[in-house]
């Protein structure tokens, strides 16, 4: 099992970016699969999950409105598109999966047990 995440960079405040999870060893028809971040001297938290069983989506209240995370199937690629981004959104991002459930919910409230490596997101004022 592989996650592979990528798409970050460095964008002006109001801007947009999108990250892409490139994920091996397992199908998007059935567990769930989010992402994560940290940003310096904070904790690790789930910010946009999916569950791939019903595309039933899960936000946290810090960027709900402004994230969406989708997947395509065909290329076993999750997506999270940040739009509006703030400075208070840079933090280095994790895909992540849950082979053994299906709730989004769950997921970004949990401490999965697959994990990508991250990619660095910054977004300047």
């Known amino acids: 099992v592989q996650l592979q995440a990528s798409g970050g960079g460095l964008v002006q405040a109001g801007g947009s970016l999108r990250l892409s999870c490139v994920v091996t060893?397992?199908?998007?028809?059935?567990?769930?699969i989010g992402w994560f971040r940290q940003a310096p001297g904070k904790e690790r938290e789930g910010v946009s999950c999916l569950s791939t069983l019903n595309d039933i989506t899960h936000y946290s209240d810090s960027v709900k409105g402004r994230f969406t995370v989708s997947r395509d199937a065909a290329k076993n690629t999750v997506y999270l598109q940040m739009d509006n981004l703030r400075p208070e959104d840079t933090a280095m991002y994790y895909c992540a999966a849950d082979l053994g459930h299906s709730s989004s919910y769950y997921l970004c409230n949990s401490h999965p047990g697959n994990w990508g490596q991250g990619t660095l997101v910054t977004v300047s004022s």
């Open positions: 060893g397992f199908t998007l028809d059935r567990p769930a």
